[in-house]
């Protein structure tokens, strides 16, 4: 998101705009969140093992990383990988990410959308905890 969208939202006190594709170190303090997310940009990261690394290191023992996504996304911005698979690769593919990162347990995922709603985007979910 860019600054203006950020700002836009009158529920935020605080936020930053920071590319992780130039700078996958977050700038925030060890053991500093309960919690983080990432909301269908995972496909987008190009050193993505980096990134959840520098996520386990921002959360709290015990914290969670909750990645979602679907399928859809901007081919020309995914990664080769993400557009080589399916569904059930990119789960893979993100379950992996939390494995080589290390600082976290074994990854959960789901797909969150009912399958009795055969249409629109699936919404998948890949989350870990770092250890207690």
């Given at each position: 998101?860019n600054?203006?969208e950020?700002?836009?939202?009158?529920?935020?006190?605080?936020?930053?705009?920071?590319?992780?594709?130039?700078?996958?170190?977050?700038?925030?303090?060890?053991?500093?969140?309960?919690?983080?997310?990432?909301?269908?940009?995972?496909?987008?990261?190009?050193?993505?093992?980096?990134?959840?690394?520098?996520?386990?290191?921002?959360?709290?023992?015990?914290?969670?990383?909750?990645?979602?996504?679907?399928?859809?996304?901007?081919?020309?911005?995914?990664?080769?990988?993400?557009l080589?698979?399916?569904?059930?690769?990119?789960?893979?593919?993100?379950?992996?990410?939390?494995?080589?990162?290390?600082?976290?347990?074994?990854?959960?995922?789901?797909?969150?959308?009912?399958?009795?709603?055969?249409?629109?985007?699936?919404?998948?979910?890949?989350?870990?905890?770092?250890?207690?």
């Amino acid at each position: 998101m860019n600054a203006d969208e950020l700002a836009a939202n009158p529920h935020a006190t605080s936020w930053l705009v920071h590319d992780l594709n130039a700078h996958p170190e977050l700038p925030f303090e060890d053991a500093a969140f309960d919690a983080a997310t990432c909301c269908v940009s995972v496909d987008y990261l190009i050193r993505p093992v980096e990134v959840f690394a520098s996520v386990a290191r921002v959360l709290r023992p015990g914290g969670v990383f909750v990645c979602t996504f679907s399928n859809r996304l901007f081919p020309t911005k995914a990664i080769a990988g993400w557009l080589a698979t399916n569904d059930a690769g990119h789960v893979a593919i993100v379950e992996e990410y939390f494995r080589q990162a290390g600082g976290f347990g074994e990854p959960e995922s789901r797909r969150c959308t009912p399958a009795e709603r055969p249409f629109g985007d699936p919404l998948y979910a890949v989350w870990a905890r770092t250890a207690a």
